[in-house]
């Protein structure tokens, strides 16, 4: 049983335009979500933590929040070529010792 | 501000050789977790340690073993590769977990192919 799961994709939006990604778990016990950015061929970089319900904003990422759906989802406004990369939904373990991954939303920025 | 770094970036190995590969901690950083990520799939938890100890495992065989030293400094090593140990070996530093958990920061990770 897959402890995170994420649609894959691919996810296409033209510029400009807002891209959604979902992203839902299986750990009740966990308490920390993160959204990881990764490009082709390059290591995972963090964009933005969340820990309790509902939206935190940082500059064009919002990161939304449901603990009783199990659900977490990340919004990106004003999409940019330079957004398009696998972006990872992690989630903590009920220890916090450990994380565990989706197998990533593939997102592609179009022109 | 020193972030995560690996060593080697890149590896190539023949099965059943053995292989190490090594990580600093981002300054300020205690614990150590290492992933595996195989091409097309999000990272794989192997292990992770604090305090020199290994605090908790995923699900990986005893090949897999690890070590951290005195400066927080870690090795992940391999013994009897396989072609399946072929992927992006990814080392991650964060301080100790709290109540909410501590963010993990990636380094540039060491891809190893095994022939």
């Known amino acids: 049983q897959k402890e995170v799961e994420q649609n894959s994709g691919p996810l296409s939006v033209p510029e400009g335009a807002i891209a959604s990604l979902n992203c839902t778990y299986s750990?009740?016990?966990?308490?920390?979500f993160f959204w990881y950015r990764q490009y082709s061929g390059k290591s995972p970089e963090l964009i933005m933590s969340?820990?309790?319900?509902g939206d935190k904003e940082d500059g064009r990422f919002t990161a939304q929040l449901n603990k009783a759906s199990q659900y977490v989802s990340l919004l990106i406004r004003d999409s940019q070529p330079s957004d398009s990369a696998t972006y990872l939904c992690a989630v903590n373990s009920e220890t916090g010792n450990q994380f565990y991954f989706g197998t990533g939303t593939s997102l592609t920025v179009i022109p | 501000d020193a972030g995560v770094t690996q060593s080697p970036t890149h590896l190539i190995k023949t099965r059943g050789q053995q292989v190490t590969l090594r990580c600093s901690p981002k300054s300020g950083h205690d614990t150590v977790s290492w992933y595996q990520q195989a091409l097309g799939q999000g990272p794989q938890f192997i292990f992770q340690y604090y305090e020199e100890e290994e605090r908790q495992r995923g699900n990986f065989p005893d090949r897999f073993s690890g070590h951290q030293f005195p400066n927080y400094s870690s090795e992940l090593n391999v013994n009897a590769l396989l072609l399946g140990d072929s992927a992006l070996y990814l080392c991650?530093?964060?301080?100790?977990?709290?109540?909410?958990?501590?963010?993990?920061?990636f380094g540039p990770g060491t891809r190893l192919l095994v022939l």
């Open positions: 969340i820990y309790s319900n």
């Open positions: 750990d009740r016990g966990s308490q920390s």
């Open positions: 991650a530093s964060s301080l100790p977990p709290a109540n909410q958990g501590e963010t993990q920061y």
